[in-house]
């Protein structure tokens, strides 16, 4: 499967941005699906996931409540839906695609890896 994620930009705290992971070669449906991003200096880290089956979707403590997940299956397509923005979730911003199964917040599992769009929040 192949992974573009786009929707990145800059905008003031408290505002919102949709990111989108549009997904070819094969359904998203099969994979655990998830978003990641990565600040300077730090280490990569799991924001919100999507589960294979069933669609259940996964949160990072630190954006419960403000940022949320979904999926198109009709459109091959996940989503990243974020509000009330601050500062510290500046990064790039990965969609990732990982094995049907138990779901990780582990980026290990996940092979395959849109290119990231960077995501700025001005104070």
């Known amino acids: 499967v192949q992974l573009q994620a786009s929707g990145g930009g800059l905008v003031q705290a408290g505002g919102s941005l949709r990111l989108s992971c549009a997904a070819s070669?094969?359904?998203?449906?099969?994979?655990?699906m998830a978003w990641f991003r990565q600040a300077p200096g730090k280490e990569r880290e799991f924001v919100a996931g999507?589960?294979?089956?069933?669609?259940?979707?996964y949160s990072d403590d630190s954006v419960r409540g403000r940022i949320t997940t979904s999926r198109d299956t009709s459109k091959n397509t996940m989503y990243l839906q974020m509000t009330y923005l601050k500062p510290e979730d500046t990064a790039v911003y990965y969609c990732?695609?990982?094995?049907?199964?138990?779901?990780?917040?582990?980026?290990?599992?996940?092979?395959?890896w849109g290119q990231g769009t960077q995501v700025t929040v001005s104070s």
């Open positions: 999507i589960r294979w089956s069933g669609g259940s979707t």
């Open positions: 990732a695609a990982g094995p049907a199964g138990p779901y990780s917040r582990d980026s290990a599992p996940y092979a395959y």
């Open positions: 070669g094969r359904p998203i449906r099969n994979y655990n």
